[in-house]
């Protein structure tokens, strides 16, 4: 497993707990010698305890020496960071550094597999990296969501392996015998695109889902009745079928802009990609007038106005912050002027440097002392249980906009607080 990343740290530990042996490399060494004591830094459940088990079995080990990894490997698995490059393609300089660091260190037969969300010929490319005959390149992506990635690795829809040498593709989907979940075998330029896909159909979701927000503000219709309405259609769905400040994290925003970039080079006209990314941007460039709006006297600055802000990770139950949409909303308000102070429950302890940005506080009550308003950009459980009656009393005025949709309406109201969500009636302080 070269890479120990969400996807590699998962995908190690997870192949280690169905019996096989794995050995992780890194080069943090820091990282290495953390987790080689079973201490996990990453934010998912489940994952520090096969971390330890497979540590305790012997199944599970972590090394820097990329070369000394692969040496006796039967399957390398390429777990490497893909971020978006330049124009927005997907920046494939760690897969194509590591294959040519161990080209020759493969053992005769082996598998290289490209666990990385990677474009379209990616296969290829490493084939022609390594320049090996004797070693077999095969692309089996990730569906992993983050805060379930061990559930989904070891409970998955579904198991895509694809590859030129369908004897290749064989031995990997092998790897995840006893995991009940239909295998699609296929080439490899076919399991590429199915991850891009797939990360593109959720945003369009996301996107539709926010757009019908609006549309329910414009006739007074409540937009969670009418995703319900929808929702039940076995043929839509209602997973990701759900307002709020956009879409972010770590793989949508740079897959899709990745999948557009591949589109474009290839000449495909594909303008319902296009539209889902400027939905994204646009919805939260009418969020925050929406908040400009009602927090001043009609010039368009928040200069001076101190905002709070609850939950900065990109979704509850991760501390990851990547193209979060709470921060985009964040820097949209800041380049107002607003003084911002915002917490989150999964940052209390990392404390990542935002000072740049806002001030990061300990508690919500230290957040919400004295804000002109509350934005709610997180769904974190623990937002719901506050004391709204108590924060009345702390905020400098009554206004809390719910870009989740998380809270109850009517206690906030009966608290003395205007509540306003997305794509459903304001409820007003009585």
């Not at 590591?98 to 020759?104: K, N």
């Not at 404390?351 to 506080?361: F, G, I, K, Q």
């Not at 009393?393 to 969500?421: I, K, Q």
Request: charged share 25%; with cysteine; net charge negative.
């Amino acid at each position: 497993m070269v890479g120990t990343g969400y996807v590699g740290l998962t995908t190690g530990a997870c192949l280690a707990a169905l019996g096989h042996r794995v050995v992780c490399a890194d080069t943090d060494r820091h990282k290495v010698e953390r987790l080689g004591r079973g201490e996990v830094d990453i934010l998912e459940p489940r994952l520090p305890e096969l971390v330890r088990e497979g540590l305790d079995s012997g199944r599970l080990e972590f090394i820097r020496d990329t070369r000394a990894a692969v040496a006796d490997a039967d399957v390398v698995f390429l777990c490497l960071p893909t971020p978006m490059g330049v124009g927005g393609a997907a920046d494939l300089a760690a897969v194509e550094a590591v294959a040519d660091q161990i080209r020759d260190e493969l053992p005769h037969g082996s598998v290289v597999v490209n666990k990385s969300t990677v474009p379209v010929g990616t296969a290829e490319r490493v084939a022609a990296l390594l320049n090996r005959p004797d070693v077999a390149v095969v692309s089996n992506p990730e569906f992993l969501r983050e805060g379930y990635a061990v559930r989904d690795f070891l409970h998955p829809d579904r198991i895509v392996v694809g590859a030129a040498d369908q004897d290749a593709a064989r031995r990997v989907a092998g790897l995840y015998a006893g995991l009940d979940a239909p295998l699609v075998l296929t080439d490899a330029a076919g399991a590429e695109l199915a991850k891009y896909a797939a990360n593109f159909f959720l945003a369009m979701k996301l996107s539709f889902a926010n757009n019908l927000a609006t549309l329910c503000e414009h006739f007074g219709a409540d937009v969670d009745d009418v995703l319900a309405g929808i929702g039940h259609d076995p043929r839509i769905g209602s997973a990701f079928l759900r307002p709020g400040p956009g879409w972010g994290g770590s793989c949508l925003p740079k897959d899709t802009h990745a999948l557009l970039t591949i589109c474009q080079e290839s000449g495909v006209d594909f303008p319902l990609l296009g539209a889902t990314i400027e939905t994204n941007v646009e919805h939260q460039r009418r969020l925050v007038e929406r908040v400009v709006a009602g927090c001043t006297p009609g010039d368009g600055s928040l200069r001076g106005v101190r905002l709070a802000v609850l939950g900065l990770a990109f979704k509850a139950g991760t501390s990851d912050l990547r193209d979060s949409p709470a921060l985009a909303i964040a820097r949209l308000l800041k380049e107002r002027g607003a003084e911002l102070h915002a917490y989150d429950p999964a940052l209390s302890e990392t404390r990542p440097d935002l000072s740049d940005l806002l001030t990061l506080a300990d508690t919500p009550e230290e957040a919400l002392r004295g804000a002109r308003a509350c934005l709610v950009l997180t769904e974190w459980p623990e937002f719901r249980d506050l004391d709204w009656e108590h924060i009345a009393g702390l905020l400098g005025s009554p206004h809390v906009y719910d870009f989740r949709n998380l809270l109850d309406p009517d206690r906030l109201r009966r608290a003395g607080l205007t509540c306003e969500g997305i794509g459903r009636t304001l409820a007003m302080a009585g």
